[in-house]
């Protein structure tokens, strides 16, 4: 087994059993919530997910911290003292300052260590997205894949990574300043669904609309059946903001229309549902184009 050991940060909302099974290293974000602050492990240790969302319908306002150049130190340098590398897979630049924190952190220990390789890759992905070059990378170092072998599979398919998200609540974009006022008003009153993906430069936006919530679902299968690489052979990561019977409805449709056998369903942690809301879906698979 290659002598080197990958981390991630929360944004990656893998399963906590799943992470642990990959052995990566996950570094938690921070979110404040009801006057209190919690750092988001995958494990749910200081807040479960629902209650998260309970939260948030409850009208509880929150925000979110990135992960910062000290955290990234105190949990890379152990590990280069021991003789180990390190690729960092890291949360979009376009939505955190976390990438640029551990950029920072790799550099600074590069010089204390300029024996060890220390890589950091910016995934330009989000939530399962990112959770899913993480899973990837994990099953290549099982593999014996080397260190520079995975970081550059990693580069190479990040911008083939397909990430489209749907929101049922559009006030939650609002208020993260996504769409307009008026916007959110007018869609609420006509049922208006945005259908959302993360572009090449890791910034989430909007690229259409449906009319009601079966059909806004319909239209994420929609792009994963134009743009899938061979699908049947993927593993489909989907995640969901407490909303489980329409991350199974998702995946039902896309097995029925395309073959696909193999699914992840997890959560949308605080991180991304603080900006995105109860009741939102996402979808991630490898297509022609994000």
Same mark, same amino acid.
């Given at each position: 087994?290659? &002598?080197? !050991? ?60 990135? !992960?910062? !150049? ?14 180990? &590398? ?73 911008? *083939? ?17 996504? +769409? ?45 059946? &134009? ?8 593993? !489909?990561? +989907?995640? *969901?903001?407490?909303?489980?019977? &329409? ?44």
């Amino acid at each position: 087994m290659a &002598d080197y !050991v990958i981390i991630t940060d929360s944004s990656c909302d893998l399963p906590g059993d799943l992470a642990k099974e990959l052995e990566i290293v996950v570094l938690p974000l921070s979110f404040h919530i009801g006057g209190k602050d919690y750092r988001n492990y995958l494990d749910e240790r200081e807040m479960p997910i629902q209650e998260f969302y309970r939260l948030i319908r409850a009208g509880e306002s929150c925000t979110t911290a990135a !992960v910062n !150049v000290d955290s990234y130190k105190r949990a890379m340098e152990p590990l280069l003292r021991q003789g180990k &590398d390190i690729l960092d897979i890291a949360f979009s630049s376009g939505l955190s300052a976390t990438c640029n924190s551990a950029k920072i952190a790799c550099r600074e220990l590069a010089e204390e260590y300029p024996e060890r390789k220390i890589f950091v890759v910016d995934t330009l992905a989000a939530s399962l997205g990112q959770g899913l070059l993480v899973y990837h990378a994990a099953k290549r170092r099982q593999a014996g894949e080397s260190i520079e072998e995975v970081r550059d599979w990693v580069e190479q398919n990040k911008l *083939h990574l397909c990430h489209w998200f749907t929101v049922d609540d559009l006030n939650h974009l609002k208020r993260g300043g996504r +769409i307009s006022s008026a916007t959110a008003l007018f869609g609420t009153m006509l049922n208006i669904k945005p259908v959302m993906h993360v572009d090449d430069e890791g910034h989430l936006i909007p690229v259409g609309k449906t009319r009601g919530r079966r059909a806004s679902l319909d239209a994420l299968a929609d792009h994963m059946e &134009d743009t899938a690489i061979d699908p049947a052979s993927q593993i !489909v990561f +989907i995640s *969901h903001g407490d909303c489980p019977e &329409d991350a199974n409805y998702l995946a039902s449709e896309i097995k029925r229309r395309i073959g696909v056998k193999n699914f992840v369903i997890g959560n949308v942690g605080p991180v991304i549902g603080t900006h995105s809301g109860p009741g939102t879906m996402a979808l991630f698979f490898f297509g022609t184009r994000r």
